[in-house]
């Protein structure tokens, strides 16, 4: 075997078979292939695609070059979610407990924020004394006593997809649904849960810039669950504004906290319901959607999700005194607020250029070295379709670097009004499934 000859084939169009592909993954994580080459077969593959056969056997080879997570001795379902990345998602911090609290058990690996996206871990650590790493054991005791832990993806899973995505990074070759879809399936399967919920997210403040990009992405990874005999769904949902009103890591968790107490944005609480209807749906907790949604409700209502939240968070060295009055976390120094130039209704966000901007108030990272300020972020007050007047307070920045004020007229440019209003877009558009039996995707739209 040889790596020119794979280059070659893959320029040439021609279909890898599973030994080029075994021999390409391994041998490059054994550093045996130089990355200049390795780089070229992904521009290969990132021009000329890969067939599904190939990307199934590429998700394959990467799953192995890690370490497989063994779940098998917690008892219940192991369900996990997973989204391609947001501004504002909070989702795992509210989702996860509601789900656990009907008896889905969470044993989530979890990743941290870069450029405009936030990451889950990120969170999780804005809260006094939260640790994200516990040891195997720690983490398997955890879910079995209390049904949800989530912790950092440990550094042995797919080994390929790190030097992987190092490369496309600069090379390039992110674009590509074939690699995206290994990268991300490979890991999820790694991970060793039952059943997976995908969110696809579409917009201005998405990897995915069209619907229909989300949905071929979408398609492709659920395809990839059923090949392996997990159940995979995906939802694709818009990110052409921010996920809830809160975008920061202290700001967000808080967010999270109102949602589970019922007092949370209606998106993102939509969402929350959706996404856990789904899961208990994949779970086999129920087989009515309307009854999965009514026990989330009531999750809610009776507090049983927001407890498991308060247990969740003691059993992984969370001060609770937090979670409980959350006047205690700390408060970013500088704050300004962003008014409307003029009167009209929201019609569409930069949702990107916002992620960006809360990144450079100190939220997020630009580089993996950058450290983070928890309490920095933006709060919106304003959604699409809603109206405002000229002087209505649109949006609060929260930073903790001084000489911020030219923000504001940046934020101002993150979104339009306008005379005519549009309609309010829907929160998840659609649920894509497939159905192994009669071969063929099944699609929802809520
Ligand atoms: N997220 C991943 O894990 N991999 C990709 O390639 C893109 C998004």
Known sequence: MDIIEIIEDKKNKKELSKAQIDY????????????????????????????????????EAMMHSGEIIDLSSIVGVKCDKHST???????S?????????????????SGRGLGFTGGTLDKLESIPGMSISLTPEEFINSV???????????????????????????????????????????????????????????????????????????????????????????????????????IGNILEVKEAIDTLKGKGPSDFTELCLSSGTTMLLQA????????????????ISSGSAYNVFLK?????????????????????????????????????FDTMGLGLLSMHLGAGRETKEDSI???AGILLYKKLGDKVSKGDKLMTLYTDRDKMSSKVAQALNCLTISEENIIKPKVVEEVISYDSINKKFVIESE
């Open 85 to 91: 990345g947001g501004v504002g998602d909070k989702t």
């Open 24 to 59: 390409w993954i391994e041998e490059y994580c054994k550093d045996n292939i130089a990355d200049y080459q390795v780089s070229a077969l992904l521009m290969a593959i990132r021009l000329n695609g890969m067939s599904k056969r190939e990307i199934f056997d590429l998700t």
């Open 284 to 299: 086999k907790i129920f087989t009515d959607k309307d009854e999965a949604r009514r026990a989330l409700e009531q999750s």
């Open 93 to 109: 911090l509210a989702l996860c407990p509601m789900v656990a609290s009907l008896g889905i058990k969470v044993a989530k690996m």
């Open 144 to 246: 079995n006593k209390i049904g949800i832990s989530i912790i950092g993806q440990s550094n042995k899973i797919d080994l390929a997809d790190k030097k992987l995505y190092a490369l496309r990074d600069v090379t390039g070759t992110v674009d590509s649904i074939p690699l995206i879809a290994s990268s991300i399936m490979s890991k999820k399967l790694a991970a060793g849960c039952d059943c997976i919920l995908l969110d696809v997210k579409y917009g201005s403040g998405a990897f995915m810039r069209t619907k229909a990009e989300a949905e071929e992405l979408a398609k492709v990874m659920v395809e990839i669950g059923c090949h392996f005999n997990k159940d995979v769904r995906a939802e694709i949902t818009s990110m052409n504004q921010p996920l809830g009103l809160a």
């Open 312 to 348: 969740f968070i003691e059993n992984q060295g969370g001060d609770t005194r937090y979670i409980e009055d959350y006047s205690l976390f700390p408060k970013a120094m500088y704050s300004y607020d962003v008014k409307a130039d003029r009167t009209g209704y929201i019609t569409s």
């Open 373 to 375: 300020d928890f309490d």
